[in-house]
């Protein structure tokens, strides 16, 4: 479990009397089976959470648990629901940052003498490697207005289209792999707005008005739950087995490796949203073949000979 997972689970057991595992997992971005994995571990650790099964089951947490939320300032207990999201990222929403008295007042107790604290072991830097400073939108300008919760009308910028102005009905703000996303119902449909792609945007008059029942982490897990492992289009390849750990850096979940083979490469597939996709297998030069389908090697071929002819 991550400490900003187990935070989540202790204020929310701690400022209701009861909830449920489906609403936990909603709060938490993760999936129900997480969430009894992460409960039990909180039982194992000797916090009096109870669960009970059945038409009239619920989570809640007995008195005596380690987490004496109302102990918390409201900004300490902002900073702590703030789940997931390093130091500069806190300071782009406006929230400032909260010094170890926060985890000294929830936990109660300082770890014994011959432990290292876990904040001493644990740095959180989630700006993408080699990343210019994002620009569009600011998360701190974008803020005040979410937590009013207004609609907003945000003109949008995509590559290679016209920009456009856009009615949605903002759930908040999502941060992935080093950037922002504004997280919303479109005509009632979900939506995932690249913050740097939003030139303006202006409040409008009327509330927000979200489909029922949804709540940002679920809607957001929704929307992301396929970004790293969805593709209609699988290429089958061969690679050269020394070449493996770097494809799997640069590839990442959509690659799928079969056994080593007796004259050093290694069957593969890559799992690929549109066959523009086998571009990235140009980087493995001769030490990769592609095998199929088809329309993927005669991609490759044609990429490969205007990479040709340019440096003729």
């Known amino acids: 479990m991550t400490p900003d997972r187990f935070f989540s689970l202790l204020l929310a057991l701690r400022s209701r009397p009861e909830t449920t595992v489906a609403a936990l997992a909603a709060e938490t971005g993760v999936s129900d089976r997480t969430v009894m994995r992460d409960l039990r571990w909180l039982q194992d650790a000797g916090f009096p959470v109870l669960m009970r099964r059945g038409r009239y089951g619920g989570v809640s947490m007995l008195p005596g648990g380690g987490l004496d939320s109302g102990r918390l300032t409201p900004g300490e207990r902002e900073h702590l629901a703030l789940t997931g999201l390093d130091v500069d990222q806190r300071e782009r929403l406006g929230v400032a940052q909260v010094s170890g ?177 086998v571009r990235q297998l140009l980087a493995f030069g001769n030490t990769a073949t592609v095998l199929g389908p088809p329309e993927a090697v005669a991609r490759v071929q044609e990429l490969a000979r205007e990479i040709l002819d340019h440096y003729r």
């Open 101 to 277: 008295r926060a985890l000294r007042k929830v936990t109660g107790a300082r770890p014994p003498d011959d432990l290292i604290a876990v904040g001493d072991l644990v740095v959180s830097d989630n700006r993408p490697w080699f990343g210019p400073e994002p620009a569009g939108t600011s998360p701190g300008a974008l803020i005040g207005d979410l937590r009013r919760g207004m609609r907003l009308r945000v003109r949008y910028e995509r590559e290679g289209e016209e920009a456009r102005w856009r009615t949605v009905d903002p759930y908040g703000l999502l941060a992935k792999g080093g950037r922002w996303y504004l997280v919303a119902d479109e005509e009632g449909r979900p939506r995932l707005l690249n913050l740097q792609r939003i030139a303006r945007w202006e409040p409008l008059r009327t509330a927000r008005r979200l489909r029922e029942g949804a709540a940002l982490a679920a809607v957001a897990a929704e929307l992301t739950s396929g970004w790293e492992s969805a593709g209609d289009l699988e290429v089958r390849l061969r690679i050269q087995e020394y070449q493996v750990g770097r494809a799997r850096r640069i590839l990442g979940s959509r690659l799928s490796m079969g056994g080593p083979e007796a004259d050093g490469w290694r069957s593969a597939v890559l799992r690929c949203r549109v066959l523009e996709d």
